[in-house]
């Protein structure tokens, strides 16, 4: 519902004419834009969260796993690095989240900080918009007696598209500017 309201608040921000809309991304445009990426990314961070912890119902999980696929572009995969091993796995979100619905620790913790843009949104041939959020996880996990047996700090980066879309408002078709994360890319995983 929040998604579906910043879009319809966008649309009508970013109302014009569908011959008259401008693919270029004006700077209070662009001042917008980066704020919903920035959202749809700490939203990402708070379902991350409840999918991994396991005092989530299964239920509520599941829903949340849906809400989470809607911010990324079909196709995204989000990396997975261990301190054990200097191999990335790239996973489908949906396959990522439920990895992450069943790991085998009693009790999980995953915060992300530092969230911030990397690389400004640069104009693509198609109309696109593309760029980078940097974000830092910490993960630990607990065994059943509560003592850390696993804790890691790992970089990543999640691309950012910007699109231009159209929808029907009272009979008028309004463009807007949509915003979907990609992949999210390991960069690095350290203590």
Same mark, same amino acid.
């Given at each position: 519902?929040? &998604?579906?309201? /910043?879009?319809? *608040?966008?649309?009508?921000?970013? $109302?014009?004419?569908?011959?008259?809309?401008?693919?270029?991304? +004006?700077?209070?445009?662009?001042? $917008?834009?980066?704020?919903?990426?920035?959202?749809?990314?700490?939203?990402?961070?708070?379902?991350?969260?409840?999918?991994?912890? !396991?005092?989530?119902? =299964?239920?509520?999980?599941?829903?949340?796993?849906? &809400?989470?696929?809607?911010?990324? $572009?079909?196709?995204?995969? *989000?990396?997975? +690095?261990?301190?054990?091993?200097?191999?990335?796995?790239?996973?489908? /979100?949906?396959?990522?989240?439920?990895?992450?619905?069943?790991?085998?620790?009693?009790?999980?913790?995953?915060? =992300?900080?530092?969230?911030?843009?990397?690389?400004?949104?640069?104009?693509?041939?198609?109309?696109?918009?593309?760029? /980078? *959020?940097?974000?830092?996880?910490?993960?630990?996990? @607990?065994? !059943?007696?509560? &003592?850390?047996?696993?804790?890691?700090?790992?970089?990543?980066?999640?691309?950012? @598209?910007?699109?231009?879309?159209?929808?029907?408002?009272?009979?008028?078709?309004?463009?807007? =500017?949509?915003?979907?994360?990609?992949?999210?890319? /390991?960069?690095?995983?350290?203590?």
């Amino acid at each position: 519902m929040k &998604r579906l309201l /910043v879009t319809l *608040i966008l649309a009508v921000i970013f $109302a014009g004419n569908t011959h008259t809309f401008a693919q270029e991304l +004006s700077p209070e445009r662009k001042q $917008a834009v980066d704020s919903l990426a920035l959202e749809k990314v700490r939203d990402l961070s708070k379902y991350i969260k409840l999918v991994g912890s !396991k005092d989530t119902p =299964w239920s509520e999980a599941n829903r949340v796993i849906e &809400r989470a696929e809607e911010l990324f $572009a079909p196709d995204a995969e *989000i990396g997975v +690095s261990s301190l054990s091993s200097n191999e990335v796995m790239y996973y489908k /979100v949906r396959q990522y989240l439920e990895r992450l619905m069943r790991l085998n620790y009693d009790r999980v913790e995953i915060d =992300w900080y530092k969230i911030e843009y990397v690389s400004d949104l640069q104009r693509q041939p198609d109309g696109t918009y593309v760029g /980078v *959020i940097t974000v830092f996880q910490t993960f630990k996990g @607990y065994d !059943k007696e509560g &003592r850390l047996v696993y804790q890691d700090t790992t970089k990543k980066d999640i691309t950012v @598209y910007v699109k231009r879309k159209e929808t029907q408002i009272g009979g008028r078709t309004i463009g807007f =500017w949509d915003v979907l994360l990609g992949d999210m890319r /390991v960069k690095e995983t350290s203590r």
